[in-house]
């Protein structure tokens, strides 16, 4: 072939039409495929995400929560019996002290030394004349049934030896005072428990104000009002927690031990007294939080959080996993805590609830379920 190359190379030989067509069938295969399987990768790219909650039976209490501070429940301010100068404290805030121990001596100054020597002279006088007015009413007695005497006489023989008695008692119990007054020079404690703040200092003088606080922490209170709607479902064993501000939220729990029969009438709500364990001593008195009182548990209980729910003019509902694909049903709930609803009616165990991703959804909209998990 005497043509030029480039007229060469752009001839093409009739027998290489049937294999150029040939060669084609495959791609028009391919894309016929294609057209065929566009549909359900279309509609798979299509399904929304979302995340559910599989329904399984639980248990959920209804809480009133009301704000708290803790006490502790062995709580005491020490004020001394008697006057006088403090003459040394023996404690420091903070130290943990048994019953008996000694913290705070005051001066034991002349007044209570001649009062205690007068007291006791007075029952040694005293004591003296009973003694005399005895035997002188034992003699009266003998001379009267002699006849010596007049019976008026003997009534005043009689009548001395009881004022001789009586006198002798007075003493015996102004002894005792001064006695008691001089003991307490020495002020010790009277329970177990942590000191808390300290009022005086050596050398002040001590009275009528409180000289120092002593606090038993292995037990907390704590008096919480709550509303008179709930006076009936209040009654002591009831379980309860605290909510401590100090430890970030932290729960503790404690129990119910008196619930009041009737409604405050300045506050218009009802006292309640929850006591908390201390063991780990994790708990100090003053400390605030938000005290809660379980007053009705539903057992076995759906149970969704509340950002499940969609709420509408007049009804409520959730949305469901069902074959691939969202469906709404209407429920009806019951008790609310923390966030977590309980659905009374509505609902199946098994059930899967879009907990993430309702609200990107229509009835019967395809789903592609990103995460599945169960109730705790």
């Known amino acids: 072939d005497d043509r030029p190359a480039r007229i060469r190379k752009r001839h093409i030989h009739p027998w290489k039409g049937p294999m150029k067509l040939k060669n084609t069938i495959p791609a028009a ?8 399987g566009g549909p359900g990768r279309e509609e798979a790219a299509r399904a929304v995400p979302v995340t559910v909650l599989t329904m399984i039976p639980v248990d959920i209490s209804e809480e009133i929560m009301a704000p708290a501070t803790l006490e ?6 020490i004020r001394p019996a008697a006057g006088g100068r403090v003459e040394e404290v023996l404690v420091s805030e903070g130290d943990y002290v048994v019953k008996g121990t000694p913290l705070i001596r005051l001066s034991s100054d002349a007044q209570f030394i001649a009062a205690s ?7 040694t006088a005293a004591s003296a004349a009973e003694q005399n007015a005895s035997r002188s009413l034992s003699r009266m007695r003998s001379l009267h049934e002699a006849g010596a005497i007049s019976a008026q006489e003997l ?10 008695r009586a006198g002798l008692q007075q ?35 001590a009275g009528g104000g409180p000289a120092l606080s002593i606090t038993n922490g292995s037990t907390l209170r704590a008096e919480v009002l709550l509303p008179e709607q709930y006076i009936a479902m209040l009654a002591p ?17 404690g129990l119910v031990t008196a619930a009041a029969r009737s409604v405050d009438p300045i506050s218009g709500l009802v006292p309640v007294e929850v006591t908390f364990g ?3 001593e994790r ?5 605030g939080g938000r005290v809660g009182i379980s007053v009705r548990t539903s057992p076995d209980a759906m149970v969704v959080p509340d950002i499940a729910l969609r709420r509408l003019s007049e009804s409520v509902e959730l949305a469901l996993v069902v074959d691939g694909a969202a469906h709404f049903v209407p429920v009806r709930t019951g008790i609310v805590n923390r966030g977590m609803v309980e659905i009374v009616e509505g609902l199946a165990p098994g059930d899967m609830v879009i907990i993430e991703g309702q609200n990107r959804v229509s009835e019967g909209d395809a789903v592609s379920v990103r995460m599945e998990s169960e109730a705790e």
């Open 237 to 253: 064993g009831q379980e309860a927690r605290i909510n401590v501000i100090s430890y970030g939220g932290e729960y503790f729990p």
């Open 117 to 123: 020597s007068a007291a006791q002279a007075g029952v």
């Open 155 to 164: 009534e005043t023989a009689e009548a001395m030896y009881a004022t001789a």
């Open 278 to 280: 201390n063991d780990d």
């Open 171 to 205: 003493a015996v119990a102004g002894a005792s005072q001064a006695a008691g007054a001089a003991d307490n020079s020495l002020i010790t404690a009277p329970f177990d428990g942590t000191i808390g703040r300290i009022w005086v200092r050596e050398g002040n003088m």
């Open 72 to 77: 502790g429940l062995d709580e005491a301010l």
């Open 29 to 36: 295969i391919l894309l016929l495929a294609s057209a065929c």
């Open 283 to 287: 708990l100090y008195p003053g400390m």
